[in-house]
């Protein structure tokens, strides 16, 4: 078989050496955990690529990326994807689902080498721009053309990338429905692949209509993957409407964190939640950080804190420009900013592997969301740390999330003259980033009124 033609042009720019990080320690997470659909009993679980009987360009690639055991997910799930099944699969995040869909894909379009062979439906821009670069990295031996398409961008450029005739297209629903009603020349009739990555989230931020209509116009002769952390009631609606006769596959049946991640929380006083965490944060100096806030404005003014006190902090939330946004993400990857200060939009699909600590700022009221949050550390096997700041406004919140995850959270108590000695200086730079907050709406009113 001849190989998907080589572009002229590489058509993504990704960090290999990351990747391999990333895909080398997701390989060697822990073959722990149950499927409801598993290959027959006298079939031995796979225990490396190789038993997949899989192309040489995917092996190669996979190889150098030294990923070279299957998780768990793709144990479960590539022998029913290559043999052409349609797959639900539920699995904690940072258990290989990305690679478990991809694979199978490109095994399919080593052989068939036609444009717009498959479509990826994330929730979110930084998640589509995280499958984008799996797939840039595993199709490399292919000459694989990937397109995102995504809000935030030009529609112009976009359009562009699409008459390119790309083999696989990641986008978040409405974008790709805008130019399905809007680019002309682009279709997605001859798709035969469909991959709804993060379902639940996707739900959740009201795209069902969007993906109705985007149902609409696809091909119904075609394989469809469905992967999500959690099984609700509207994830198997969308499944009984967009799947055919699925192979389910499920690592983990219950709401559930890792075995590998330490919870804590640290009950505060009134008045004293910045102090706590700057506490939590002098004593994590030098490690990756994710800060969670429940507001867009809380994630702006944590991070000028955090600033103003020396930590090299980045907010990243909805209020960004698409720009910006992945501005941010890049920084903490490469470590050149080490604290990220972000809402929910950044809770799920973020894999970033080598993160150490999740604070929770503001505790989340889904308890779902606390999951998903704690869930971007301990990652592929390694043990990672939460602490969640509990104001007594917040203890309802508590035993709701306790009640979810099966086990009550262990209390950290700092010692009372450590927070002393730090209030003061906290206090005054909290008084100088909120000035800061004022100034930069300030300047945006002017900016705006100056339009």
Known sequence: MSKVRKPSKPSSSINIEALKKKLNSTSRAPSTGTSNTTPSTTTAIPTSFSDFDLKDDILDSLKSLNFTTPTPIQQAS?????????????????????????????????????????????????????????????????????????????????????????????????????????????????????????????????????????????????????????????????????????????????????????????VVPDGYKNTFLMHVLNEHVGKLVIIFTRTCAHAQYVALLCRVLGFPAIPLHGQLSQAQRLGALNKFKSGDKTILVATDVAARGLDIPLVDLIVNYDIPTDSKAYIHRVGRTARAGRSGKSVSLVTQYDLELILRIEKVIGMKIPKETPSRNEILALHGSVERAAAEAMNKVKQFHAKKRVHHDGK
């Open 78 to 266: 590539l022998p029913y994807s290559l043999k052409g099944r349609d797959i639900i699969g539920i699995a904690q995040t940072g258990s290989g689902k990305t690679a478990a869909y991809v694979i199978p894909i490109l095994q399919a379009l080593w052989d068939a080498q036609t444009p717009y062979f498959a479509c990826v439906l994330a929730p979110t821009r930084e998640l589509a721009y995280q499958i984008r670069e799996t797939f840039d990295a595993l199709g490399a031996n292919m000459g694989l053309r990937c397109a995102t398409i995504v809000g935030g961008m030009d529609m112009m450029d976009q359009a562009k990338e699409l008459m390119r005739k790309p083999h696989v297209i990641v986008a978040t629903p409405g974008r790709l429905m805008d130019h399905l009603e809007n680019t002309k020349g682009f279709s997605l009739r001859a798709m035969k692949y469909l991959v709804m990555d993060e379902a639940d989230r996707l739900l959740d931020m009201e795209f069902g209509p969007v993906l109705d209509k985007i149902f609409q116009v696809l091909p119904r002769e075609r394989k469809t993957y469905l992967f999500s952390a959690t099984l609700t009631s509207k994830v198997e609606k969308l499944q009984r409407a967009s799947l055919t006769d699925p192979a389910k596959v499920e690592v983990n049946s219950k709401y559930s964190t890792v075995d590998t991640l330490i919870q804590t929380m640290m």
